[in-house]
């Protein structure tokens, strides 16, 4: 039986916030976009805040009716990348196959590690203290043997959690969970499984599954599998090829002019550009969102030569924002992706186009280091 | 016409002719094999349009004429004779009758006269080798000719003379193949894309013996002459690759290793993959060893070979198939292989001669 860790950090950008400013910890206080501008959203709040009700999305207006005296802060986030790349140093103490879910989030499989450094507990709880007392951040960990059970079992303790939840513990611990909790299930899908009368993940468990099949096709199958504990994907292996590739980035303020929007397509097409490489894929078509101050998002999409390069893929997303841009209408979100993926080939041909093979080799490169020294260690110099 | 031959002269022009003759043709003419009987010569001659061989045998002639039989049945009756004297006759109508031993059969024959000419070569222009070594050159060149049409030169192999030497290249967008041959006397001038699949029917004709071809070459034209059995070929058009730009300026890795060794590792590893899901097999490569192996839905191979290294360790992958393609060609025990990065070609060559090389490009992995 395999042993895999999800650890997922506690309220991490505030935490990380409080790193520089220890009087938030004992504070409501929370992240927001431009906490001046009544538009912004909390992007995390601290547990004191959570107390009143604050909580991630709202917007800074409605979390000042509901908590006053909250101290808002402004979002830096090369600090977060930064205290992430410690994280997950520390996790590296206890085994190489790690896959990082996102920026405070990792899967850990520690299979082969348990020899070394003790039971799976035992290695939770030392990177808990581990994260505690070297960083002064906070973590809750899910222990179980695959990642789908890690994850529902981090979910379930916050913060400084570590909860253990083994196949053999599903009828307790997760079956008596709404559906709504399950990893994997938005509003949309849990919305349809009510309509059904599947209320609790048990539910889902003890369902047909060709009925499941039937009603939401593939993803049918893999609600069925995973209410049931089964999960086959491995810690660090991308099993499912992505159909597009998108970034988004909520702006600290609404944004009017058409420099800074392409300012800030340059990470989001990085990091898009990170992906498809990291999955062999190669999109066809670039598309661009723009979610305007009044919420109302639009997208708008070219044909491109298949590509997954960062240079590419910024290129049509300028063409796109030109074409586009309208400077009387604020925007407060903005996103790139890459659509019509279409496998790389992988046999390598004479006909290649020669100088995207050298931008392909400058950005693999580019990718290897920033896998291995951090994210952003190395960047374009138009990106400074 | 009547004429008489041994079966084993008529058999083996019969069987080299009929490589030429197509299978289906709008024209019934163009799947049969015109037999001449004039100034004491028995020529057989096919012609798929692409392609003609034109075949002297050995036999007597006691009334001229010519006649064309239906490969197809001409060749099988041919072959199915017992060994001995082949009596054939045709009249006016072109009604055949063949005579061997205790056989007597009657085919319907067609009118000559609708049989493409072959066309003329400029018999000036030529280049006289020894048979093997042109044997040799093609074999371990043609492999790697594009099946794609697409780019249909690339369907053909390059041939270049300069001075003291010719050149064989062929390359199929994947892989590129090498072969020099030093021939005193030869001078610079030539340089025709000979189409693949006629190549190999050259070599089949050809023989390992002492014996010599001569090369003649016209704008469109090419003609090998064999002496009793000719064969020539139009040229593909176009401008073909300029391959020099293939080989890389320099080199990351280079190794030396024995070539079985190598091959016979590849070839295990090549076990567990099939055609369809196409895995390729990864080399890994550090000082002392080169690590080969393929891991599959069926299992997985490592094999371990040892080498001789100089410069970076690399890790890289190919098709398997172009590996062992390049390996089986190579008659010299040992070889030396130079990488440039594990996406950049790879070049395969013996380690004292210059004569042949490979250039393969790998396959990227995530």
């Given at each position: 039986?395999?042993?895999?860790?999800?650890?997922?950090?506690?309220?991490?950008?505030?935490?990380?916030?409080?790193?520089?400013?220890?009087?938030?910890?004992?504070?409501?206080?929370?992240?927001?976009?431009?906490?001046?501008?009544?538009?912004?959203?909390?992007?995390?709040?601290?547990?004191?805040?959570?107390?009143?009700?604050?909580?991630?999305?709202?917007?800074?207006?409605?979390?000042?009716?509901?908590?006053?005296?909250?101290?808002?802060?402004?979002?830096?986030?090369?600090?977060?990348?930064?205290?992430?790349?410690?994280?997950?140093?520390?996790?590296?103490?206890?085994?190489?196959?790690?896959?990082?879910?996102?920026?405070?989030?990792?899967?850990?499989?520690?299979?082969?590690?348990?020899?070394?450094?003790?039971?799976?507990?035992?290695?939770?709880?030392?990177?808990?203290?581990?994260?505690?007392?070297?960083?002064?951040?906070?973590?809750?960990?899910?222990?179980?043997?695959?990642?789908?059970?890690?994850?529902?079992?981090?979910?379930?303790?916050?913060?400084?959690?570590?909860?253990?939840?083994?196949?053999?513990?599903?009828?307790?611990?997760?079956?008596?969970?709404?559906?709504?909790?399950?990893?994997?299930?938005?509003?949309?899908?849990?919305?349809?499984?009510?309509?059904?009368?599947?209320?609790?993940?048990?539910?889902?468990?003890?369902?047909?599954?060709?009925?499941?099949?039937?009603?939401?096709?593939?993803?049918?199958?893999?609600?069925?599998?995973?209410?049931?504990?089964?999960?086959?994907?491995?810690?660090?292996?991308?099993?499912?090829?992505?159909?597009?590739?998108?970034?988004?980035?909520?702006?600290?303020?609404?944004?009017?002019?058409?420099?800074?929007?392409?300012?800030?397509?340059?990470?989001?097409?990085?990091?898009?550009?990170?992906?498809?490489?990291?999955?062999?894929?190669?999109?066809?078509?670039?598309?661009?969102?723009?979610?305007?101050?009044?919420?109302?998002?639009?997208?708008?999409?070219?044909?491109?030569?298949?590509?997954?390069?960062?240079?590419?893929?910024?290129?049509?997303?300028?063409?796109?924002?030109?074409?586009?841009?309208?400077?009387?209408?604020?925007?407060?979100?903005?996103?790139?992706?890459?659509?019509?993926?279409?496998?790389?080939?992988?046999?390598?041909?004479?006909?290649?186009?020669?100088?995207?093979?050298?931008?392909?080799?400058?950005?693999?490169?580019?990718?290897?280091?920033?896998?291995?020294?951090?994210?952003?260690?190395?960047?374009?110099?138009s990106n400074l | 016409m009547k004429i008489f031959c041994m079966k084993k002269d008529l058999n083996e022009a019969v069987s080299s002719t009929q490589r030429a003759v197509s299978n289906k043709s709008i024209l019934a003419v163009l799947e049969g094999?015109?037999?001449?009987?004039?100034?004491?010569?028995?020529?057989?001659?096919?012609?798929?349009?692409?392609?003609?061989?034109?075949?002297?045998?050995?036999?007597?002639?006691?009334?001229?004429?010519?006649?064309?039989?239906?490969?197809?049945?001409?060749?099988?009756?041919?072959?199915?004779?017992?060994?001995?004297?082949?009596?054939?006759?045709?009249?006016?109508?072109?009604?055949?009758?063949?005579?061997?031993?205790?056989?007597?059969?009657?085919?319907?024959?067609?009118?000559?006269?609708?049989?493409?000419?072959?066309?003329?070569?400029?018999?000036?222009?030529?280049?006289?080798?020894?048979?093997?070594?042109?044997?040799?050159?093609?074999?371990?060149?043609?492999?790697?000719?594009?099946?794609?049409?697409?780019?249909?030169?690339?369907?053909?192999?390059?041939?270049?003379?300069?001075?003291?030497?010719?050149?064989?290249?062929?390359?199929?967008?994947?892989?590129?193949?090498?072969?020099?041959?030093?021939?005193?006397?030869?001078?610079?001038?030539?340089?025709?894309?000979?189409?693949?699949?006629?190549?190999?029917?050259?070599a089949r004709l050809l023989k390992e013996d002492d014996k010599e071809v001569s090369i003649h070459y016209g704008k469109n034209q090419i003609l090998f002459d064999f002496g009793n059995c000719k064969l020539i070929t139009k040229l593909l058009q176009?401008?073909?690759?300029?391959?020099?730009?293939?080989?890389?300026?320099?080199?990351?890795?280079?190794?030396?290793?024995?070539?079985?060794?190598?091959?016979?590792?590849?070839?295990?590893?090549?076990?567990?993959?099939?055609?369809?899901?196409?895995?390729?097999?990864?080399?890994?490569?550090?000082?002392?060893?080169?690590?080969?192996?393929?891991?599959?839905?069926?299992?997985?191979?490592?094999?371990?070979?040892?080498?001789?290294?100089?410069?970076?360790?690399?890790?890289?992958?190919?098709?398997?198939?172009?590996?062992?393609?390049?390996?089986?060609?190579?008659?010299?025990?040992?070889?030396?292989?130079?990488?440039?990065?594990?996406?950049?070609?790879?070049?395969?060559?013996?380690?004292?001669?210059?004569?042949?090389?490979?250039?393969?490009?790998?396959?990227?992995?995530?």
């Amino acid at each position: 039986m395999k042993h895999i860790l999800l650890v997922d950090m506690n309220a991490f950008f505030i935490m990380c916030e409080s790193l520089l400013r220890p009087e938030l910890r004992d504070i409501p206080a929370a992240v927001a976009g431009d906490p001046l501008k009544r538009t912004g959203i909390i992007l995390t709040a601290n547990y004191i805040a959570r107390k009143y009700g604050v909580y991630t999305t709202m917007t800074v207006n409605q979390a000042k009716n509901v908590c006053p005296s909250i101290e808002l802060v402004k979002p830096s986030s090369g600090l977060y990348s930064k205290c992430s790349n410690q994280v997950f140093d520390i996790f590296r103490r206890y085994t190489p196959t790690i896959e990082q879910a996102s920026i405070d989030e990792g899967w850990l499989d520690i299979t082969e590690s348990t020899d070394l450094f003790g039971s799976p507990f035992d290695i939770a709880s030392r990177i808990q203290n581990e994260v505690k007392d070297e960083l002064g951040l906070w973590c809750s960990v899910g222990i179980s043997e695959n990642k789908f059970l890690s994850k529902m079992a981090c979910e379930m303790k916050k913060p400084l959690g570590i909860t253990t939840m083994y196949q053999k513990d599903i009828e307790k611990m997760l079956w008596p969970l709404p559906v709504n909790k399950m990893y994997g299930v938005g509003k949309a899908t849990s919305k349809q499984l009510l309509n059904v009368g599947i209320h609790t993940i048990g539910d889902i468990a003890n369902c047909d599954k060709v009925f499941l099949t039937e009603k939401f096709g593939s993803f049918g199958s893999y609600l069925y599998e995973r209410a049931n504990g089964i999960d086959h994907s491995l810690v660090g292996v991308h099993q499912v090829k992505s159909k597009s590739i998108s970034k988004e980035h909520t702006l600290a303020a609404d944004m009017t002019d058409i420099n800074q929007a392409k300012k800030a397509l340059i990470n989001l097409a990085q990091e898009v550009g990170v992906k498809a490489r990291a999955e062999g894929l190669k999109g066809e078509t670039v598309q661009i969102t723009m979610k305007y101050s009044n919420f109302i998002s639009v997208t708008r999409q070219k044909k491109v030569h298949a590509t997954n390069l960062d240079k590419e893929i910024l290129k049509a997303g300028y063409e796109l924002l030109e074409e586009n841009w309208d400077s009387k209408k604020p925007i407060r979100l903005i996103g790139i992706g890459l659509h019509n993926m279409t496998g790389q080939k992988a046999q390598v041909s004479f006909f290649d186009n020669h100088i995207e093979v050298k931008e392909e080799k400058i950005e693999k490169t580019m990718d290897t280091l920033n896998i291995k020294y951090g994210k952003k260690s190395l960047k374009r110099g138009s990106n400074l | 016409m009547k004429i008489f031959c041994m079966k084993k002269d008529l058999n083996e022009a019969v069987s080299s002719t009929q490589r030429a003759v197509s299978n289906k043709s709008i024209l019934a003419v163009l799947e049969g094999i015109l037999i001449t009987a004039k100034d004491n010569k028995i020529i057989l001659r096919g012609n798929d349009m692409e392609m003609g061989i034109e075949y002297t045998v050995a036999g007597v002639i006691e009334e001229e004429g010519s006649v064309v039989l239906t490969s197809r049945y001409f060749s099988e009756i041919v072959r199915k004779f017992p060994d001995g004297n082949i009596e054939i006759s045709c009249d006016d109508s072109y009604k055949v009758n063949i005579r061997c031993s205790n056989s007597n059969i009657d085919l319907i024959g067609l009118n000559p006269q609708g049989f493409p000419e072959i066309p003329s070569v400029n018999e000036n222009n030529a280049i006289t080798l020894k048979q093997e070594i042109l044997r040799n050159m093609i074999r371990q060149v043609v492999f790697s000719v594009s099946i794609d049409e697409k780019m249909p030169v690339l369907t053909g192999c390059l041939l270049e003379s300069a001075d003291n030497c010719i050149y064989m290249v062929s390359i199929d967008g994947y892989r590129m193949s090498f072969r020099k041959e030093y021939i005193l006397g030869i001078k610079e001038g030539v340089t025709v894309v000979i189409p693949g699949k006629a190549l190999n029917e050259v070599a089949r004709l050809l023989k390992e013996d002492d014996k010599e071809v001569s090369i003649h070459y016209g704008k469109n034209q090419i003609l090998f002459d064999f002496g009793n059995c000719k064969l020539i070929t139009k040229l593909l058009q176009g401008d073909y690759l300029n391959y020099k730009s293939i080989y890389p300026d320099s080199y990351e890795t280079e190794i030396e290793v024995e070539t079985k060794a190598l091959l016979d590792a590849a070839d295990r590893a090549n076990l567990i993959i099939t055609e369809d899901k196409r895995t390729p097999v990864k080399f890994e490569i550090d000082d002392k060893y080169a690590k080969v192996y393929s891991v599959t839905d069926i299992g997985r191979v490592e094999e371990t070979v040892k080498i001789s290294k100089e410069g970076k360790d690399i890790s890289i992958a190919f098709n398997p198939k172009f590996i062992m393609d390049a390996l089986k060609n190579i008659e010299d025990e040992k070889i030396k292989i130079s990488f440039s990065g594990s996406i950049g070609p790879c070049v395969i060559s013996p380690i004292n001669s210059d004569e042949f090389s490979y250039v393969i490009l790998p396959v990227r992995t995530n």
